[in-house]
């Protein structure tokens, strides 16, 4: 896979390569036409915004300013004719002013109408991104362009210039060496990075198994590591679907999804497995399962995992196109360097299924084998010499928790200690023959892996969203859909653009003539955003990066020079803001799209020469404050104006992930009672269940492990959080937000719980995929017709579920905009409800306990692996329920 730096120096050189051509071909023009230098700055700055790290990415940014250009421009234009004829056939600033307003907001509707007659493909053809596009008819006349003809020049001019900037990175972004990274690179690349990573958390779980501080830090490294793969690998998959080939790693369409599938899959297994073993095991657990031929076996099976993996990331690496890592060993080993083939991968996953095969049957039948009961007397009499003269046999002795008298206050406690240290052990047990499966799986998955392409038209309508744009004035729901997915955001862009221009109207009189409110309104406009908290972040980038901006072009004007000559310093700001783009974000981008501002403006005004030193500062300093004032627009319209706010969004994610654990609770709780009774196992939609907590999983699937990441829902709700705007009052009926601040705001305790509701969620899914598609004979041996777990359980099973769904009635009022501010402490009657829950996880594991050591023997029983199963389902419920509860508890 291509290096960090490899990948940013591509996007550096095609960034800079664009805006040099820009900037070269339209000085040119500039010179000898009346093409202005405004425009070539327009070429430049969208020249610069379109390259990205992925082909798919780049085509979709560039695709999305040229097809909306397309089809809002006749938008604009249409509105700036009815502005004019509104006006008694002349321009009336006024009737301007609430034009650019009403245009803004049609556009963002039109534009989310039509997103949802696109759904699920994205929507490039009027992007609401790109509604500066529809304003740009107005913008030339609010310069003080008057004539017709002018106004149609000028919007064109600024709308070629925006075409022309956007194809010559698309041009770039094909072309060898620095061309960008296609997705027939790095779709496989970021599939072997995170194979790899599974690969190095399957062989710490081989090589660790007792809890110290060196082997928990291994493993949250490789935790961490697997997060960024899956990250970066499902970023490569949605740019893949925007380039203009459609790449398909595997033969079957639906494969891809399956292998992203069974990688979650493994990498849930191992974390479950890791989750068991953190918490520790006994010496006589250790004894027994861990050492000697147990032990051998568990390592062999996840040794076998591993190099399964590692021989699916070569194979994939090699379709990647990457080349081999050196590594040193004897010459007797061999070189190393060539990649796996489908063979080897074949075999790799036969090897790790006979691996886990082994492990597994041998655990089923210790038990019955006298070595091993001679090893539980042994381990027994070794940790517990006091026992030694009791009667009683040492299989029972472990059973009934005598390892635990010492630190349980009471002989039902250690049973219940001895029976949680076992459903840990058989979660652990589970995990590792999960995780096998899924490396198998992937390895047969990497053997018939392949590059097989489809071409796609570029501009068919399918693909850029025009044929759903052009329907979308026939489509009454599409209008509605947008009203309720766009409605406060273009009322937010709308107020923000009427009061921009309302100031321009009463100061214009004491500005020069040539002064005008073109920047105030563009940065307005690309300033304003969904969310309050993006809004603010981006808006303290933006008067950081103007500032520094203006400061380099002063510079830059003070060596001399004419427009020519300066081709070299508006190369390396790009180069050098495109390559250091993560770290600047989106101050990066104001930082050159203000240098490259100042010097067009000013060329514009004294072509070709530039050297009047107070005419660059007083233009810097009026550029400065121009950006200055639609950023403190955008963000007070923002945070006052029809909240939307990234904490709602938070919160209803949040909502969704506890309704459907409580489902899926409720489900397996129902499974649990048909054991316990012996009554036959309901028949219920697993897939569907499983999906939807996938769904809910990934939804919660934030950056940095439940810290917040670069322009997420996360760091927005941070933002929001941080700056006390996340709660507050709404007056004049939801119109108007007025932000009060406190660490008690719903943002703050809905950051808080993002960690525990992720882990919720991963012990539910693992306890799913534990349940389906029901249990196997031995499920009865921790749970038949013990009334303790009859009674947690209820009949069929409901009344966890019950109880759960009355939190959640309980919980909603904190989930909703108009409550949440309402609730800062935990009510009685919540309070009752989830001790009752509590009540309920104590006494299901009593009675699991007492019928375990009734039973006489292990969960696991030769060739039947229903009871480990089981018992690994009640670990994971108790686990669900507890994570369910604090959860609650936090919010």
């Not at 990649?339 to 655990?363: I, L, M, P, T, V």
């Not at 796609?456 to 744009?469: D, E, K, M, Q």
């Not at 005008?516 to 406009?525: F, K, N, R, S, Y």
């Not at 009734?854 to 108790?878: E, F, P």
Request: aromatic share 8%; net charge neutral; hydrophobic share 45%.
């Amino acid at each position: 896979m291509a290096t960090a730096f490899g990948v940013r120096s591509r996007v550096a050189f095609q960034a800079a390569g664009a805006v040099l051509i820009s900037w070269v071909c339209g000085t040119l023009l500039a010179s000898s036409t009346s093409v202005k230098y405004l425009e070539v700055a327009l070429a430049c700055v969208i020249g610069f915004a379109t390259p990205m790290n992925h082909l798919g990415d780049t085509c979709r940014n560039g695709f999305t300013w040229i097809t909306s250009a397309f089809v809002l421009a006749p938008l604009g234009f249409a509105c700036c004719y009815l502005c004019f004829l509104l006006g008694g056939l002349r321009w009336n600033h006024w009737i301007v002013a609430i034009g650019l307003s009403c245009t803004a907001f049609l556009a963002i509707l039109w534009a989310f109408a039509a997103q949802q007659l696109s759904a699920p493909r994205a929507q490039l053809a009027g992007n609401s991104a790109t509604v500066v596009i529809a304003l740009i008819p107005l913008l030339v006349v609010n310069t003080g362009v008057t004539q017709q003809k002018q106004v149609l020049l000028g919007a064109a001019g600024l709308l070629i210039a925006l075409f022309v900037g956007a194809v010559i990175p698309l041009v770039l972004s094909h072309l060898p060496y620095i061309g960008a990274l296609s997705a027939r690179r790095q779709v496989p690349a970021c599939a072997a990075a995170k194979l790899t990573a599974l690969a190095d958390l399957c062989e710490a779980t081989a090589i660790y198994q007792l809890p110290t501080p060196a082997a928990l830090q291994r493993h949250r490294e490789c935790r961490l590591r697997l997060l960024a793969a899956t990250v970066d690998l499902q970023a490569a998959v949605q740019s893949a679907s925007m380039e203009l080939t459609e790449p398909d790693l595997f033969p079957e369409a639906s494969m891809l999804g399956d292998f992203k599938s069974k990688s979650e899959d493994c990498r849930r297994s191992l974390q479950m497995k890791s989750t068991m073993l953190a918490a520790g095991f006994s010496q006589v657990t250790w004894d027994l399962f861990f050492k000697g031929a147990q032990g051998e076996l568990l390592r062999s099976a996840a040794v076998s995992a591993a190099h399964a993996l590692r021989s699916s990331a070569s194979r994939l690496r090699h379709l990647a196109g990457d080349e081999v890592p050196e590594v040193p060993s004897a010459s007797w080993l061999g070189s190393g360097s060539s990649h796996a083939s489908a063979k080897d991968c074949q075999e790799a996953a036969q090897r790790c299924r006979s691996a886990w095969e082994n492990f597994w049957e041998a655990q089923l039948t210790a038990a019955s084998q006298p070595q091993w009961r001679e090893r539980v007397e042994e381990s027994m009499l070794r940790s517990m010499p006091e026992f030694e003269k009791l009667p009683g046999v040492p299989l029972d002795l472990f059973l009934s928790g005598a390892h635990y008298f010492k630190t349980e206050g009471s002989p039902e406690g250690a049973q219940v200690a001895a029976f949680d240290e076992a459903c840990r052990h058989c979660a652990s047990l589970l995990g590792v023959r999960g995780a096998c499966e899924a490396a198998a799986s992937l390895a047969e998955m990497a053997q018939h892996a392949q590059q097989d392409w489809r071409w796609r038209l570029p501009f068919a309508g399918s693909f850029t969203g025009c044929r759903h744009w052009l329907r979308v004035p026939f489509k009454p729901q599409a209008w509605k859909t947008g009203w309720n997915k766009g409605a406060k955001f273009g009322g937010r862009m709308a107020i923000a653009i009427l009061i921009a221009e309302i100031i321009y109207v009463n100061v214009k009189p004491h500005l020069p003539e040539d002064e005008d409110g073109l920047w105030t309104l563009i940065t307005v406009t690309m300033a304003v955003t969904p969310v309050a908290g993006n809004s603010i972040f981006r808006g303290l980038l933006r008067l950081f990066g103007t500032f520094l901006g203006a400061l380099l072009a002063v510079g830059t004007v003070a060596l001399g020079g004419s427009a020519y000559t300066q081709a070299p310093s508006v190369f390396i700001m790009a180069f050098f803001n495109k390559y250091f783009e993560q770290e600047l974000q989106f101050a990066g981008m104001v930082n050159f799209t203000t240098y490259v501002i100042v010097l067009n403006t000013l060329a514009d005004r004294n072509d070709p020469e530039i050297s009047d030193q107070q005419e660059v500062l007083r233009l810097a300093t009026r550029r400065m404050l121009d950006v200055m004032i639609g950023v403190c627009l955008a963000m007070f319209a923002n945070v006052f104006f029809f909240p939307e706010r990234a904490v709602d969004e938070l919160r209803a994610r949040e909502l969704l992930s506890f309704q459907r654990t409580a489902e899926a609770i409720r489900t397996s709780s129902v499974v649990l009672a048909g054991s316990a009774a012996r009554a036959p196992e309901p028949e219920d939609s697993w897939d569907d269940l499983r999906a939807d907590l996938f769904a809910s999983a990934e939804a919660m699937n934030f950056a940095g492990d439940g810290r917040p990441g670069v322009m997420d829902l996360l760091s927005d709700a941070y933002f929001e959080s941080q700056w006390r705007v996340a709660g507050g009052a709404r007056v004049l009926g939801g119109a108007l937000w007025v932000p009060c601040g406190g660490k008690s705001l719903p943002g703050h305790r809905c950051l808080e719980a993002v960690i525990g509701i992720s882990r919720m969620l991963r012990i539910t899914y693992m306890m799913v995929s534990l349940c389906e598609p029901g249990f196997e004979q031995g499920a009865e041996r921790p749970l038949a017709n013990d009334p303790m777990v009859l009674q947690a359980l209820g009949y069929q099973g409901a009344a966890i579920g019950d109880e759960l769904d009355r939190v959640l009635n309980l919980m909603k009022p904190r989930f909703e905009a108009s409550g949440c501010e309402q609730h800062k402490g935990t009510p009685g009657e919540l309070n009752e409800t989830l001790e009752r829950l509590e009540e309920r996880l104590e006494l299901l594991f009593r009675g699991a306990a007492a019928s375990r050591a009734r039973s006489g023997g292990l969960t696991l029983t030769a060739g039947h692996c229903g009871g480990a199963r089981s018992a690994a389902v009640i670990k994971m419920l108790h686990g669900a329920v507890e994570a369910f509860i604090q959860a609650c508890r936090q919010l």
